[in-house]
C-alpha cells in the first residue's frame, strides 16, 4: 500500500511538469481522482454560480463519489503515465 501512495506522490510531481498541458476534460479528471484518492468523497459547500472553475471541480470530484480512494489512487497514476509524464 505505501508503493502506491509513493507512486500517487510522484505522479502529483510529475504531472506539474508534462510536455503539453491536457485539455480541461482530462485536468478535471485529474483533479476529481487525486481528490478522491486523497481526501475521499466530495466535502464542503458547492461553489456559487458564477466560479465556472470551481463548480466545474466540485461537479467531477463529485463523480467519483463511492469511489475508493485507493482505486482512485491508482487510476491517477495510469492516467499520469499515459499522458507521459514519468510516474
Known amino acids: 500500500m505505501?508503493?502506491?501512495n509513493e507512486q500517487f506522490e510522484k505522479a502529483a510531481v510529475a504531472?506539474?511538469?508534462?510536455?503539453?498541458?491536457?485539455?480541461?476534460q482530462t485536468m478535471l479528471k485529474l483533479y476529481a481522482?487525486?481528490?478522491q484518492g486523497s481526501?475521499?468523497?466530495?466535502s464542503g459547500?458547492?461553489?456559487?454560480?458564477?466560479d465556472f472553475v470551481g463548480t466545474a471541480k466540485y461537479e467531477a470530484w463529485e463523480k467519483?463519489?463511492?469511489?475508493?480512494?485507493e482505486g482512485a489512487k491508482r487510476e491517477?497514476?495510469?492516467l499520469v503515465?499515459?499522458?507521459g509524464a514519468p510516474v
Open 45 to 50: 459547500p458547492k461553489p456559487g454560480f458564477f
Open 81 to 83: 503515465g499515459k499522458l
Open 33 to 35: 481522482l487525486y481528490k
Open 15 to 24: 504531472v506539474k511538469s508534462l510536455a503539453e498541458r491536457p485539455d480541461d
Open 39 to 42: 481526501a475521499g468523497d466530495v
Open 76 to 78: 491517477y497514476v495510469e
Open 64 to 69: 467519483l463519489q463511492g469511489t475508493d480512494p
Open 2 to 4: 505505501s508503493d502506491l
